[in-house]
């Protein structure tokens, strides 16, 4: 059965095209050599890894004159080629965030045809963007705890933290700026019409296992605090009324940052009700309790808190990646149970959360770096800041423990309301064919 998708024209099955590829193959076993006589595990690794992805699909098609573009395996390869050679020619991160952006579009088009998943193209383009940035953050998050676990120095390397925190956050924007150059790169690519053989791709199924429950399940938070659904309105009205009056406190103090929180806050806790106004979707009062909360607390520290309670911005951090990865989850599940061209295992769609929350991360650092480096520039009240690496880090730390509790509990809770997104979709759908 030849697969009509448009992914499959990262593949090329003619002779040119695989003596190229397969030359790179054996450059790149001699590089992966020269690294491992140099003690550069890390490097050895990655080679491996990048060549068991270019010859996947030689191998399990058993034709071995099929390969990736070439083009495609040399912006794989550039990093590795310089890092051994000649590391000193690259004056930014962003040859290597191209080859990371690459490498990942690779991999989701092989998991995709190899694999239960299937994927649009479109959305493995998405998935290349938020995995460039989300690779960049763990890796220097990674790097991070093991220069404070194990005494290293990879960041920690005698500079002041907020000389590191400004060099790992440009990385930050190379890698940002790399993934969204990369993703228009590659939705060209496969727009652009070109001559070729189509390569033959396994079948996939055309049904979809119902791996997630379309019932109401039960709430975690009427579970932990024994409240029920009035009891949940009741304290998320209370708390909408905190925010008010936080905003007023704000207006008396003249203090800007809480007045502007405060009331942007405010207005966000209402989103539950202008959804459920206007597309008819009534989210559970635990879900509406959630959101409010994440902004209640954020408030608060705003006020005082953040000042006089050490861990309150890391409590802070954590409700609100779980809002933030909630809503993640909602989104790709619904679009999952949506189309047909799309199909998101379980186990798939905990390491997309943990992605997308880990890119949400990235961008938010980013955000908080340059409104500081603004904040100064103009000589006004930084309303976002960073106090160095440590605390970036820490941060993100906790964001990634929120993304972790909502990608193991969130099939169980957020099923239903992904269902009914869904629908909403279907009907928009049903209306545009009309």
């Given amino acids: ?137 763990l890796w220097h998050l990674l790097q991070w705890h093991m220069d404070i676990s194990l005494g290293t120095s990879f960041l920690l390397d005698g500079r002041t933290s907020e000389e590191i925190n400004a060099h790992v956050m440009y990385r930050f924007i190379y890698a940002t700026i790399t993934g969204i150059i990369a993703g228009l790169f590659f939705g060209w690519y496969f727009k652009k019409e070109r001559p070729g053989e189509r390569i033959e791709l396994p079948p996939q199924g055309s049904m979809k296992t119902p791996d997630f429950p379309s019932t109401v399940p039960p709430a975690p938070i009427y579970k932990l605090l024994g409240m029920s659904d009035e009891k949940q309105k009741l304290a998320t009205r209370i708390m909408q009324a905190g925010l008010f009056m936080l905003f007023m406190v704000g207006i008396g103090m003249k203090d800007l940052h809480t007045t502007l929180n405060a009331i942007a806050g405010l207005a966000i806790t209402f989103v539950p009700a202008i959804i459920r106004n206007k597309y008819s979707i009534v989210l559970d009062p635990g879900l509406a309790l959630w959101i409010t909360l994440a902004i209640f607390l954020d408030v608060l520290g705003t006020f005082a808190f953040y000042n006089n309670i050490a861990r309150w911005d890391n409590l802070t951090h954590t409700v609100s990646a779980i809002v933030v990865a909630a809503a993640g989850y ?21 390491l997309f959360i943990l992605l997308f929350i880990l890119a949400t991360s990235v961008l938010w650092e980013i955000l908080e770096f340059l409104t500081d480096e603004m904040a100064k520039e103009l000589g006004i009240k930084v ?52």
């Avoid at 595990?41 to 990655?46: E, R, S």
């Avoid at 679009?335 to 199909?343: R, T």
């Avoid at 160095?388 to 993100?396: A, E, K, L, S, V």
């Avoid at 929120?402 to 239903?416: N, R």
Wanted: net charge positive.
């Fill in 1 to 137: 059965m030849v697969q009509i998708d448009r992914l499959s024209k990262l593949l090329r099955n003619t002779p040119l095209n695989a003596f190229t590829g397969w030359a790179m193959v054996v450059l790149l076993f001699v590089l992966g050599i020269v690294n491992l006589m140099n003690g550069r595990l890390t490097w050895f690794a990655l080679i491996v890894l990048v060549i068991c992805i270019i010859i996947a699909p030689a191998l399990l098609l058993r034709k071995f004159s099929v390969m990736p573009s070439w083009y495609f395996v040399v912006l794989a390869i550039i990093p590795i080629l310089g890092s051994t050679t000649a590391y000193y020619l690259f004056l930014t991160a962003i040859p290597v965030y191209f080859s990371v952006a690459t490498i990942a579009l690779l991999l989701a088009a092989e998991i995709s045809w190899f694999t239960s998943v299937r994927m649009h193209y479109k959305f493995a383009i998405v998935l290349v963007v938020v995995t460039t940035l989300a690779m960049s953050g």
């Fill in 383 to 434: 309303f976002l800041i960073q106090h160095g690496i440590n605390d970036t880090m820490t941060d993100m730390s906790f964001n990634l423990l929120g993304a972790i509790l909502v990608a193991i509990w969130g099939t169980a809770y957020l099923s239903d309301i992904s269902y009914r997104l869904a629908d909403k979709f279907g009907e928009k759908a049903a209306k545009k064919k009309e």
């Fill in 330 to 350: 909602v989104l790709i599940r619904s679009i999952d149970i949506h189309s047909d061209k799309i199909y998101i295992p379980p186990k798939v769609l905990f």
